[in-house]
Structure formats: structure tokens, C-alpha cells
């Protein structure tokens, strides 16, 4: 802790005990080899303008030594601290400047150009209901469905108008091997067969088989084409029953997709009113930070901030304190830097946890400015980390 002045020796007394007691602290060693004092440690430093040696008595009536160093060069040594900090919040402000004006025209930009991927989006989405409206109009039941199968049905169903009621083996011959009622049993394959097979026959039993399997084959047609008829206008009906229903299952699909299209559509129109909003806010946000940032970018406002972190001091002392008891012994008990300030009021600007670390680094210090004292203070500060 802190040792504050409380009785001090008179100038006879401060003769008499206090050499007595300055003399024991200096001639004290600092390393257990007993190699270096305090007083080699300490004398003719680079870094003091002036060293003192004083005694006084603390609130507990204990003899106190003190040894200060006035630091040379240590008049407002933060100047170069406050000059740097303004340096970089300029640039700091600067580059945020720099970077608000980007984001303003990216912004202004979305803005202007009103976001195409998303347009491009509800286009495709009218696109497609337009098309799916136009097929589902031109798809409509107009009272005889039609598939494939119902024009094929009704192209045998035309041929078949043109034979007579009247048996003729050539016309039963040609229907028969065009293959068009194959799905009705007559399979011209079959016949072309029984043909091949007969001409193949001798001379006299080829009109046996002719009268057998081929005869027999063109009548039995002839005597079905009124069944062929009505089992092909049967199933030209059955074809439109389907293509109906098909068609009314189409256009139920078609209905579907329209509503979900549309559905779709009001979100994506939202989305782009999102979007616009969203980069309007965008674009007043960003231009109230621009604003603020031109406002706080003067030299003065970050002169300001700078003497608040970094504050002119009048100059700065080194203070080490022992306590010496009544057997002569002194030991290290306190150690600070000091700064003035305005006013010749002096207060702590760094205590020292461990003063005795501090003061060992002292006998091999040779720095001269107190820049280059601090720089060893901090990498003194975190050795002392890594061994506690």
C-alpha cells in the first residue's frame, strides 16, 4: 500500500536519523549474491534529472525512506500518444466515411435498378399462368372427346362405310390384310399365313384349302362387320368418356396451379415491397451515419477525446519506499510512478505490484527518455506475469 507522510524529522533529527536510516536502505543489496545495492542500482541513472533522498514516519509511527526520481524529457509526455490517437481516429473516420459513401451507392443503386431478380420472377410467374390459361381454353370438353385411339377407331369406322352388305371376296380379301381390325380377332397375318402356305400346295388341293381356311376366314369377317361396327363406335364413345374425363381432370390441375401461381405471386410482389422499403431505410440510415460521421470528423472534437484519454502532465517522478525498523533492517514496501498535474498537485499514473522486480531492472536500465522507460516497464510486466 501507499505510505503517506506522517511525522516527519526535524532538520537536526533528519541529520542524526536519517542518515542513519537513508544509509542503511542504500547500502541494502538488491539480488541475493549481494552483488548490487541499492545505491549502485540507483545513482547516476540517464533517466533522472534530479534524485532525492528523504525520511518520514508513517500513520503506524515507522521510520519510511524514500528515493525520487524526476524524469528527464517527462514534461507532457503524452504528446506524442494524444497525436497519434488523433491521426488514427481521423483515418479511423475517414475509412468509415469512405465506406458509408459505398454503401450508399450500392443502396442507391438496388434502388434504381428495383431489384430485376425479383421482377424477373413475377414475369416468369405471369408467363406461365398465361400459357397455363391459353392450354386450359383451348382444352375445353366440346361435347366429343377425342384421343388417339377415338381418331384411329373412327378412321376404321370411315373405311368400313365403304364395303357393301353384300358378300365380295376381293373387298373382304383387302379389308381383311389391311390389318385395321386386327383388335377385333382378324389378324392379317394370319391370313397372309394361309395364303403363302396354299400356294405352296399342289395345283389340285389348293381349292379344298382355299374353300377350308381362307373362305372360311373372309366369310366369318363379312358376317361380323355389323358386331366390328358396334364395337368400334362402342369404344369411340368409351374414348370420349375418358378423354372427358380427362380433360376435366386437366383443367381441375390447371385451376390448382393457377391458384398456387397466384398465391405465389402476391408473395413475391410483397418481397419486392420488402425489398424497396428495406433499402429506402437502408438509404436514410446510411445517409444519417454519413452525416454524423462529417460532424464528428473535426480536428477539434478529436483533440478533445485525445487530451481526455492522454492528458498533459507537468512531469513525472519515480517513487521507491522502504520501511526500516527499529533493528536496522529496511525492506522494499512501495514503488510508483508519479505525474504532476496542473495545479502542482502530483498523483500515481502506474503502481508497481511487484517494486523489488522493478527496482532489480533498474540496475541494468539504460534508457534515457521515459518513452523508452515505459517500453521496459510493460515487457518487465509480462515476465512478472509468467513467473507469479
Request: net charge positive; proline share 1%.
Amino acid at each position: 500500500m501507499k505510505i503517506y507522510l506522517f511525522i516527519a524529522c526535524s532538520a537536526v533529527a533528519l541529520s542524526a536519523c536519517g542518515k542513519g536510516s537513508i544509509d542503511v536502505v542504500k547500502n541494502g543489496y538488491i539480488d541475493g549474491a549481494r552483488t548490487t545495492t541499492v545505491s549502485n542500482a540507483l545513482s547516476n541513472r540517464a533517466l533522472c534529472s534530479d534524485v532525492k533522498w528523504s525520511l518520514f514516519k508513517d500513520e503506524k509511527n515507522r521510520e519510511v525512506v524514500q528515493y525520487s526520481c524526476s524524469i528527464k524529457g517527462s514534461k507532457d509526455f503524452n504528446r506524442a500518444n494524444r497525436d497519434g490517437y488523433v491521426a488514427r481516429a481521423r483515418k479511423d473516420n475517414d475509412d468509415l466515411l469512405m465506406r458509408e459513401q459505398k454503401r450508399l451507392e450500392r443502396a442507391q443503386a438496388s434502388i434504381n435498378d428495383d431489384f430485376p431478380e425479383t421482377k424477373a420472377w413475377i414475369q416468369r410467374l405471369d408467363s406461365t399462368e398465361s400459357k397455363i390459361s391459353e392450354a386450359s381454353g383451348s382444352d375445353k370438353y366440346s361435347g366429343i372427346g377425342r384421343t388417339q385411339k377415338s381418331i384411329v377407331l373412327e378412321g376404321v369406322l370411315k373405311k368400313l362405310e365403304n364395303y357393301s352388305n353384300s358378300y365380295n371376296e376381293q373387298e373382304m380379301l383387302e379389308l381383311y390384310l389391311s390389318n385395321a381390325l386386327s383388335d377385333e380377332g382378324f389378324n392379317a397375318g394370319i391370313l397372309e399365313r394361309k395364303i403363302a402356305y396354299m400356294n405352296r400346295l399342289p395345283q389340285e388341293k389348293r381349292a379344298s384349302y382355299k374353300k377350308d381356311e381362307i373362305d372360311t376366314q373372309l366369310k366369318r369377317l363379312h358376317s361380323s362387320l355389323g358386331r366390328v361396327r358396334r364395337n368400334i363406335a362402342e369404344g369411340i364413345a368409351q374414348e370420349a368418356k375418358r378423354a372427358d374425363w380427362d380433360l376435366r381432370q386437366a383443367s381441375s390441375r390447371n385451376a390448382d396451379r393457377l391458384r398456387r401461381i397466384d398465391t405465389e405471386r402476391k408473395e413475391v410482389v410483397e418481397r419486392l415491397e420488402r425489398q424497396r422499403e428495406s433499402m429506402r431505410r437502408e438509404i436514410a440510415n446510411t445517409e444519417s451515419d454519413i452525416k454524423r460521421l462529417k460532424e464528428q470528423g473535426g480536428e477539434e472534437r478529436f483533440a478533445q477525446e485525445a487530451l481526455r484519454k492522454f492528458p498533459i502532465y507537468e512531469g513525472a517522478a519515480e517513487i521507491f519506499q522502504w520501511i526500516v525498523n527499529k533493528e536496522g533492517e529496511s525492506s522494499l514496501a512501495y514503488g510508483e510512478i508519479q505525474v504532476g498535474i496542473p495545479g502542482g498537485r502530483m498523483e500515481t499514473f502506474l503502481r508497481y505490484n511487484r517494486p523489488f522486480v522493478i527496482l532489480k531492472m533498474n540496475a541494468q536500465s539504460r534508457s534515457e527518455k521515459i518513452e523508452d522507460y515505459f517500453d521496459e516497464l510493460r515487457g518487465q510486466a509480462v515476465i512478472d506475469m509468467l513467473v507469479r
